[in-house]
């Protein structure tokens, strides 16, 4: 954590201990609340305001073990630019100079994409995920990581120009709840852009087998599941390529067989490449404790307020995305 960075987002709530210095980074002492006992420690340049061992665990090891898989600099494939610039409908002259608060970073493969875009970005993740994005993104701009619960932000309500969360609120005990609290650190005038997996109606190759085995997956050992994965993954994956690839009736043959695997073929990944991205995704797919697909009606609904001037809600490339525009204080009734 930047001195800088303390001073902007946490000074008015906390005192700081630092214990570990190397110029103007502090990578390891204590934030003590001003208005409590509440004691934070800072470990590895990273403030961490909850425990390091909670529900989101299996996104610990998920996003520690496949740091730099989804990065667009390591793959070399601009994927998670695509997604980004394409779902939230932003451009980078309109980030640039701009706050933007990330929820739930990952390994912080969009973090990266919006410090490219000249962004001032705080990004923050329930799990121990944040020591990856650290670890990824920490020279590549004006960047601020906490580890922390989206019920629970450290940080001054109406303060970001923009607030991003995908592929988070479905992970959530309570999605709307997690979405109003999001929404509240957003200025007037601000955009938000969130993505929601999509509630499936009939079978389908990437959510049938994943709520066939989810009761189950989901209460084992993270690294016991990943470990099956990782087994059956390398055998498994060939024979599901060929199946998929068969004309007009390849998807559903796939959508009957209960073995999960996400299988991304033919987006230009190299064969290893895709291995990894399979066992990784499929880990993410059976691992989360929490998993509650919607609808587009239904994330409508979530994202619907009267402090809204814009709102726009549609399929994207990773289930429902709802860009919301609030209104300025001028022009609330």
């Given at each position: 954590?930047?001195?800088?960075?303390?001073?902007?987002?946490?000074?008015?709530?906390?005192?700081?201990?630092?214990?570990?210095?190397?110029?103007?980074?502090?990578?390891?002492?204590?934030?003590?609340?001003?208005?409590?006992?509440?004691?934070?420690?800072?470990?590895?340049?990273?403030?961490?305001?909850?425990?390091?061992?909670?529900?989101?665990?299996?996104?610990?090891?998920?996003?520690?073990?496949?740091?730099?898989?989804?990065?667009?600099?390591?793959?070399?494939?601009?994927?998670?630019?695509?997604?980004?610039?394409?779902?939230?409908?932003?451009?980078?002259?309109?980030?640039?100079?701009?706050?933007?608060?990330?929820?739930?970073?990952?390994?912080?493969?969009?973090?990266?994409?919006?410090?490219?875009?000249?962004?001032?970005?705080?990004?923050?993740?329930?799990?121990?995920?944040?020591?990856?994005?650290?670890?990824?993104?920490?020279?590549?701009?004006?960047?601020?990581?906490?580890?922390?619960?989206?019920?629970?932000?450290?940080?001054?309500?109406?303060?970001?120009?923009?607030?991003?969360?995908?592929?988070?609120?479905?992970?959530?005990?309570?999605?709307?709840?997690?979405?109003?609290?999001?929404?509240?650190?957003?200025?007037?005038?601000?955009?938000?852009?969130?993505?929601?997996?999509?509630?499936?109606?009939?079978?389908?190759?990437?959510?049938?087998?994943?709520?066939?085995?989810?009761?189950?997956?989901?209460?084992?050992?993270?690294?016991?599941?990943?470990?099956?994965?990782?087994?059956?993954?390398?055998?498994?994956?060939?024979?599901?390529?060929?199946?998929?690839?068969?004309?007009?009736?390849?998807?559903?043959?796939?959508?009957?067989?209960?073995?999960?695997?996400?299988?991304?073929?033919?987006?230009?990944?190299?064969?290893?490449?895709?291995?990894e991205w399979a066992i990784m995704d499929t880990f993410d797919a059976l691992g989360a404790k929490y998993?509650?697909?919607?609808?587009?009606?239904?994330?409508?609904?979530?994202?619907?307020?009267?402090?809204?001037?814009?709102?726009?809600?549609?399929?994207?490339?990773?289930?429902?995305?709802?860009?919301?525009?609030?209104?300025?204080?001028?022009?609330?009734?």
């Open positions: 954590m930047e001195k800088a960075h303390f001073d902007k987002y946490l000074s008015q709530e906390y005192e700081l201990r630092a214990t570990e210095t190397h110029g103007d980074t502090i990578f390891s002492g204590q934030l003590l609340s001003k208005r409590c006992k509440r004691i934070v420690n800072i470990i590895g340049g990273i403030p961490r305001f909850v425990s390091t061992n909670n529900y989101a665990d299996n996104f610990s090891l998920q996003w520690n073990k496949f740091k730099s898989t989804q990065l667009d600099s390591a793959s070399n494939i601009p994927l998670t630019a695509k997604r980004f610039w394409s779902n939230t409908q932003w451009s980078s002259e309109e980030l640039s100079g701009k706050t933007v608060l990330e929820v739930g970073s990952g390994a912080g493969r969009f973090t990266e994409i919006l410090l490219q875009a000249g962004a001032v970005v705080v990004s923050f993740d329930y799990s121990n995920a944040v020591t990856a994005n650290y670890d990824n993104n920490k020279d590549k701009g004006d960047l601020f990581v906490f580890q922390g619960d989206l019920y629970d932000i450290p940080l001054q309500d109406e303060s970001f120009d923009y607030v991003f969360c995908y592929g988070v609120l479905q992970h959530t005990p309570d999605p709307l709840r997690a979405y109003r609290a999001i929404y509240l650190k957003l200025r007037h005038g601000g955009k938000i852009s969130i993505d929601y997996y999509k509630k499936m109606r009939i079978p389908s190759p990437w959510s049938t087998p994943k709520y066939i085995w989810r009761p189950i997956t989901s209460r084992m050992k993270p690294d016991t599941l990943l470990k099956i994965i990782e087994t059956y993954m390398p055998l498994y994956l060939p024979l599901d390529t060929a199946i998929r690839r068969i004309p007009r009736i390849g998807s559903k043959i796939i959508a009957l067989i209960p073995i999960p695997c996400w299988n991304y073929i033919d987006i230009g990944l190299e064969e290893k490449q895709r291995l998993d509650t697909p919607k609808t587009l009606k239904e994330v409508t609904e979530m994202v619907d307020s009267p402090e809204n001037k814009e709102v726009s809600v549609f399929y994207g490339s990773n289930g429902v995305v709802a860009n919301v525009l609030k209104a300025d204080a001028k022009d609330e009734p």
